[in-house]
């Protein structure tokens, strides 16, 4: 994981150490006041890359495609607005989805599979403990927004 994550300054693999408790606290601290944390420099250089070439090819060949026209809301109408309302105009989206069973060995799931990072986020949330969700398809997700 060394090669995937900075985990000199990212220290997940000393559970406990004081390294450790003060990027919990910060990453505590940070969620409090914005609602979210950033882990700038999580991924080693050319690691984001390597994700996308791994995927790549299984996105063009084998994703499932979802295709809707839709508005902003997702919904037919809303009473407030006039059916002629610019933010009830249709749109196309157009999703390709990759399931987890068809990335064995992908640094995705490499990073999702990681107990040190399961362990720090759920410290990070107050909670005893995270789980990896078993469904082999459901458990991890990669998108595409064309």
Not at 77 to 99: F, G, Q
Not at 103 to 110: D, K, N, R, T, Y
Request: hydrophobic share 45%.
């Amino acid at each position: 994981m060394k090669d995937i994550l900075d985990l000199d300054l990212y220290p997940l693999d000393r559970e406990g150490s004081a390294e450790w408790q003060r990027l919990v606290e910060q990453s505590v601290a940070a969620l409090e006041a914005d609602g979210m944390f950033n882990l700038e420099g999580f991924l080693r250089p050319g690691v984001a890359e390597q994700a996308v070439r791994e995927i790549q090819p299984v996105m063009a060949a084998r994703s499932h495609v979802h295709k809707r026209m839709h508005n902003i809301y997702f919904k037919p109408d809303i009473p407030e607005l006039a059916p002629d309302h610019p933010a009830l105009r249709k749109v196309e989206t157009i999703s390709h989805t990759v399931c987890a069973d068809q990335i064995p060995g992908s640094v995705v799931l490499a990073i999702y599979e990681y107990e040190p990072l399961l362990r720090f986020l759920a410290a990070t949330m107050g909670k005893t403990r995270l789980h990896v969700m078993q469904d082999p398809l459901a458990r991890t997700n990669v998108m595409a927004y064309l």
